[in-house]
């Protein structure tokens, strides 16, 4: 595989403590991406290439990324969110919030109390990869619907029947992951028109036809946040306490065009 068409224009972003550690340029250096002891408020280490308007992100369908990591803490014991994909930065970056509608191909990790709209009855924290586009004419059409849809959510055997069809129009797939978070492994996201495979030390754990339709921009990111946002309407967001230190380490960063 190439290096990185932008490996130069990695973005840093370090908030309240959270820091990048490593040589650059990172597609070439291992590197860790650290979050100290945080009683209160918010603390970030990321690093992107999500520069400039979203409209001239530079990945597009016809792209992989491969890389090793591994977590300072199992699943049952990181808190808040991780990852790393691809994403059209929804909320903006945490220092200049300009919200739009996302799109995501990535592995993402989130902690109790997160709770995202996944399978109906299904897992809303863990570790897994996923897609979402929420931007397409499907996911837009059924915007005026929204609050009836959530009107009958509130009873399981209706949402058992309507969440699946949203997930449809949201592109919305997932897939949980079983190995240990803490050991080195090679993760692999082919991104393609026709949809994404997510590979996990060389074994496929997940194909799904759903595909965003870009631009995005690389991220990679270990944060304090979580996120509640259900098929039965419960929408919150805030901070989680960091009690101990933790992080992301990455090695063999690789992006290219296929």
């Known amino acids: 595989m190439s290096q990185p068409k932008n490996k130069s224009k990695f973005r840093l972003l370090e908030m309240n403590g959270g820091e990048v550690r490593g040589e650059r340029p990172f597609a070439n250096n291992p590197f860790q991406l650290y979050l100290p002891i945080c009683p209160v408020g918010y603390t970030d280490a990321q690093i992107d290439d999500c520069v400039g308007s979203r409209k001239v992100y530079p990945w597009r369908p016809g792209t992989t990324l491969a890389l090793r990591a591994r977590f300072s803490h199992e699943a049952n014991e990181l808190v808040g969110t991780a990852g790393f994909g691809f994403w059209n930065a929804p909320f903006g970056d945490p220092s200049k919030p300009v919200p739009t509608l996302p799109q995501a ?11 995202l709209p996944l399978a109906p009855n299904g897992p809303g924290q863990g570790w897994f990869g ?3 586009d929420a931007t397409t004419w499907r996911a837009l059409r059924i915007a005026p619907l929204a609050p009836a849809v959530l009107l009958l959510n509130q009873l399981a055997p209706l ?4 969440w699946p069809w949203v997930q449809k129009q949201l592109q919305i ?3 949980p992951i079983a ?3 803490t050991d080195w492994h090679d993760y692999k996201l082919v991104w393609r028109k ?13 194909q799904t036809p759903f595909s965003p339709r870009g631009p995005l921009g690389f991220v990679c990111w270990i944060d304090n946040q979580y996120m509640v946002a259900t098929s039965n309407g419960r929408f919150r967001w805030g901070t989680i306490p960091v009690t101990s230190p933790q992080f992301l380490e990455i090695d063999n960063l690789q992006i290219e065009a296929i």
């Open 173 to 175: 797939s997932f897939q």
């Open 159 to 162: 949402r058992r029947k309507i």
């Open 194 to 206: 026709n949809g994404c495979q997510f590979w996990v030390d060389g074994r496929l754990i997940h």
């Open 179 to 181: 190995p240990s978070m």
């Open 105 to 115: 191909a990535w592995f993402f990790f989130g902690s109790p109390p997160n709770d």
């Open 130 to 132: 996923a897609t979402l």
